[in-house]
Antibody
Framework: QVQLVQSGAEVKKPGASVKVSCKVS????????MHWVRQAPGKGLEWMGG????????IYAQKFQGRVTMTEDTSTDTAYMELSSLRSEDTAVYYC??????????WGQGTMVTVSS | DIQMTQSPSSLSASVGDRVTITCQAS??????LNWYQQKPGKAPKLLIY???NLETGVPSRFSGSGSGTDFTFTISSLQPEDIATYYC?????????FGQGTKLEIK
């Protein structure tokens, strides 16, 4: 059974970068297509990007193009999401998520990222 | 990009009621539509995938229907544990979009 365990909460200053990790257990990372979704306080879910297995590339939501980088370390089965040039509006819970097809049936527990001066 | 219009944004119903939430896509997405339940402080949970398929372990009172641009999510008999926010989510052309969410409360 797949489990996703994320890194702990972060507090960052505006303009800084944050890197959130997502450790996979029960499967290897190469068997999964990992995606990242965020949720600002009191707001809805927002897809940031993820791996497209059909062409073997990571795709990003247009909103985050140029500011987000998603990487994987297959030696440790850990996925990473790095967001740069942070601003207060980036304060949110960040989730990694995966699943078969185009649905996300496995989610990490979430990582709270707070951007504050 | 495809826009998803989910309605209503909030809903109050009584235990045992039939509850319906709709999601409309700005263009044809075939059946690439999923439904999630999210309780406060928790990650979302997949309930329905590919518009009408019940995820394993999800109670049969939950159902989904639709294709193309118009989709419906139904709880046939509302239970107290169904209090949550529900989201639709679509996939099209390498992009995923969530609906705005429907907050469901007990009357």
């Amino acid at each position: 059974q797949v489990q996703l365990v994320q890194s702990g909460a972060e507090v960052k200053k505006p303009g800084a970068s944050v890197k959130v990790s997502c450790k996979v257990s029960g499967y290897t990372l190469t068997e999964l297509s990992m995606h990242w979704v965020r949720q600002a306080p009191g707001k809805g879910l927002e897809w940031m990007g993820g791996f497209d297995p059909e062409d073997g590339e990571t795709i990003y939501a247009q909103k985050f193009q140029g500011r987000v980088t998603m990487t994987e370390d297959t030696s440790t089965d850990t996925a990473y999401m790095e967001l740069s040039s942070l601003r207060s509006e980036d304060t949110a819970v960040y989730y990694c998520a995966t699943g078969a097809g185009y649905a996300f049936d496995i989610w990490g527990q979430g990582t709270m990222v707070t951007v504050s001066s | 990009d495809i826009q998803m219009t989910q309605s209503p944004s909030s809903l109050s119903a009584s235990v045992g009621d039939r509850v319906t939430i709709t999601c409309q896509a700005s263009q044809d997405i075939s059946n690439y539509l999923n439904w999630y339940q999210q309780k406060p402080g928790k990650a979302p949970k997949l309930l329905i995938y590919d518009a009408s398929n019940l995820e394993t372990g999800v109670p049969s009172r939950f159902s989904g229907s639709g294709s193309g641009t118009d989709f419906t999510f139904t709880i046939s008999s509302l239970q107290p544990e169904d209090i949550a926010t529900y989201y639709c989510q679509q996939y099209d052309n390498l992009q995923y979009t969530f609906g705005q969410g429907t907050k469901l409360e007990i009357k």
